[in-house]
């Protein structure tokens, strides 16, 4: 079993805010692997054992997702929440770094975020942070 660290924790927190602030709040990692078929016992493996892993494998599949919002769009999504690093950064800090203002930040980061609310989209994000979390705990278990 590997240590879980404070960032690996952090980082956790940013990607349940963002599922919550995309899908709900109710929505957390958890909702997302017991959607897909993960058992509580598998569910506690991926976090005891590959959570270092598969945060930032979900961060790259966010990523992956194009839209019309570019690379700044995903850029200053990432930074807002703190999906990168578990440090979340407020519209200030992102518009100073990047002089770009906060109205031109919050929309590009609410044009991103809308694209994930689409339920194909979502059916697709789900489908596909289970097929990583299948993945890690095949790997596992030597599968």
């Known amino acids: ?3 879980i660290t404070e960032n690996t924790l952090n980082r956790l927190d940013a990607f349940n805010n ?7 709040e109710e929505t957390k990692f958890n909702t997302v692997l ?10 506690e493996q991926l976090h005891q054992e590959h959570l270092n892993e598969f945060l930032p494998t979900i ?3 966010l990523d992956s997702y194009r839209d019309q919002t570019g690379k700044r769009g995903k850029i200053f999504t990432m930074q807002y929440y703190g999906l990168v690093d578990g440090n979340p950064q407020d519209l200030h800090t992102i518009g100073e770094n990047a002089d770009v203002s906060l109205v031109r930040i919050r929309q590009l980061i609410n044009q991103r975020v809308s694209i994930f609310r689409h339920a194909a ?3 697709q994000l789900w489908s596909d942070i289970g097929l990583i979390g299948r993945c890690l705990l ?4 030597g599968s």
């Open 34 to 43: 017991l959607d897909e078929g993960f058992s509580e016992a598998e569910i």
């Open 1 to 3: 079993m590997l240590d």
């Open 59 to 61: 961060v790259e599949l």
């Open 138 to 141: 095949d790997t596992s278990t």
């Open 121 to 123: 989209r979502k059916e």
């Open 18 to 24: 963002w599922l919550s602030d995309v899908y709900g």
